[in-house]
């Protein structure tokens, strides 16, 4: 029988590959990382395919991977098309799989799943179930009590790293929990089980690596909060309240007999179907709410503003730093690799911390650093050279900023690029007066992704034969419709979001929400991008990272 496999650990046994180390998806989305990793298809015959978005071509050695390659979803680029992508990972299976019989591991995330089962007879194999279950409750405002003080200290923080924004700043709100039952209401829910370490981070308040390392869900109902976990916790917030043999028999324990009757969103794209099982939920009062969730934490970004600032503002001087580094070595004569550019970068980061004195700590999100001419797509740091043939370096790359508590309060998300000849610097003197001075102060509440897509991209599209006669553009393409990407995306602590500015989003930019602006352009041998972070806020729009 074909078999897909997405448990990671399993891919990585059978290829060597390491998706979350080498791959640039897994990093960026915290909520839903199996959806976004690639699966492997094990067929009847014993061969591999490893099915994995075109994004990440580039970013590992397909060369001994004991798997052949299948990508989909593809990514922008004005190069020559040499070969199709698939559109849609499910058409790479049905294209693959003889037959209707597969079978898949519990890993299997629940939306894919269910695409599955729409059109095979799926079989999940039966995983490893948790020998014991604690049972802890925590109390909300507990959790918002404990975000309210460390957001006193990064406030102070952003007084003394950009004054300017301080103004900008209010009270901390405690509105996380109203947001959270006001989205419930509409939804007509009367639970929540969330299973990803980002989302149960927001609701039980403990520290996101402490989800990522450990098996445990929360469960929000009646407005309180339960954590059941396969192993004792040692924290200040929750309280043990039971201990029981299994989920099913823990979750009992907290609505009785009415699993049946009581309606409970989950996050699909993330809840393993082993784990769902295992909770022995009713299908018939389940509703899936990855993206109500996503929009939860964007709304209330804001909330955190002095996180992001803090994290824009140190991301910015680090990649500032590592291409002033590489610019300098290029005009002395020398030959560099990508991997001493990405040194600089981290020594930058650790510089701005200590000079800052700041009362948070930051880490790495994602980094993206690549020379035009190796890639258009955005790779991670080779040992690959930065030399007199470069025309580009891209530095593409974000922080998380953490609090005292270990809690991830936000990222940032910026780039900037090396450009070395006149035609290259021509037009990323255009994109960042386009970035700056007409996309960002456009996007104002009420506007939605398409409509911000349309005013940040008009004089880019209007100046289309300048562009193909200084030869950053290749004739033929038409950018009405060949600039088919994004400009720019909301954040709510990750990057994968629910609004884009991009033609035909429709979601409507809302104040507090905490925005990136960005343009890439990618043509052989340029790979250029800018991008700056923004805040919508009751005093108007504003540029956190300049």
């Not at 309210?148 to 900008?168: F, K």
């Not at 009270?171 to 829910?189: G, I, P, S, T, V």
Request: with cysteine; charged share 25%; aromatic share 10%.
């Amino acid at each position: 029988m074909n078999r897909l496999i997405f448990n990671q650990q399993v891919i990585r046994q059978k290829t060597g590959l390491d998706t979350e180390q080498a791959l640039l998806l897994p990093r960026l989305d915290l909520e839903s990382k199996v959806a976004s990793s690639p699966f492997m298809l094990e067929k009847d015959d014993g061969s591999c395919i490893l099915v994995a978005k075109d994004i990440e071509c580039g970013n590992f050695h397909e060369e001994g991977l004991q798997a052949a390659v299948k990508y989909y979803r593809p990514y922008l680029t004005f190069d020559p098309i040499v070969d199709i992508v698939a559109e849609d990972w499910l058409e790479l299976v049905q294209e693959n799989v003889e037959g209707n019989k597969l079978e898949v591991d519990e890993c299997i995330y629940y939306a894919a799943f269910k695409e599955l089962q729409a059109i095979f007879d799926v079989n999940v194999t039966q995983g490893a179930s948790w020998r014991r279950v604690y049972l802890y409750e925590i109390n909300p405002d507990d959790v918002s009590n404990q975000m309210m003080v460390s957001y006193e200290q990064c406030r102070a923080d952003v007084n003394r790293v950009a004054p300017s924004l301080t103004g900008y700043l209010e009270n901390f709100k405690n509105n996380r929990f109203k947001l959270l039952d006001e989205m419930l209401a509409q939804l007509k829910l009367d639970a929540l089980l969330v299973s990803s370490p980002l989302n149960q981070q927001e609701i039980a308040g403990l520290p996101l690596d402490f989800f990522t390392k450990s098996e445990a869900v929360t469960f929000y109902y009646h407005n309180k909060v339960y954590v059941l976990s396969s192993q004792p916790i040692f924290h200040s917030l929750p309280q043990l309240t039971g201990v029981f043999p299994d989920l099913r028999t823990g979750l009992k324990s907290l609505i009785g007999n009415d699993d049946g009757h009581i309606s409970t969103g989950i996050e699909e794209n993330h809840l393993p179907y082993g784990l769902f099982r295992e909770v022995g939920l009713k299908e018939a009062g389940l509703r899936c709410i990855s993206t109500e969730l996503r929009k939860w934490r964007e709304v209330s970004a804001g909330e955190e503003l002095p996180y992001y600032i803090i994290a824009a503002q140190a991301a910015r001087f680090g990649i500032e730093t590592a291409i002033q580094y590489a610019e300098n070595a290029l005009n002395r004569g020398e030959s560099i690799l990508e991997t001493d550019v990405e040194k600089q970068l981290y020594i930058a980061y650790q510089k701005f911390v200590e000079e800052s004195e700041l009362s948070i700590s930051i880490r790495p999100y994602h980094t993206v650093l690549h020379s035009g001419s190796r890639s258009r797509r955005p790779n991670p740091p080779q040992f690959a050279p930065i030399n007199a043939d470069t025309r580009t370096m891209k530095i593409d790359a974000g922080l998380l900023a953490i609090d005292k508590n270990g809690l991830v309060r936000a990222v940032s998300d910026l780039a900037r690029t090396l450009v070395r000849d006149e035609n290259s610097r021509e037009l990323y003197r255009f994109i960042e007066n386009q970035m700056v001075n007409v996309a960002i102060p456009a996007a104002i509440p009420g506007k939605t992704g398409e409509e911000i897509y349309c005013i940040g991209t008009m004089e880019l599209i209007a100046n289309q034969n300048r562009w193909v006669e200084i030869g950053v553009l290749p004739e033929g393409i038409d950018l009405t419709k060949g600039y088919n990407r994004d400009i720019g995306h909301v954040l709510g602590k990750q990057e994968p979001v629910t609004l884009t500015f991009r033609q035909g989003n429709k979601v409507v930019l809302k104040n507090g929400m905490v925005c990136c602006m960005e343009y890439h352009w990618p043509y052989y041998p340029y790979g250029i991008g800018i991008e700056d972070m923004f805040a919508v806020t009751s005093q108007g729009v504003v540029n956190i990272t300049r």
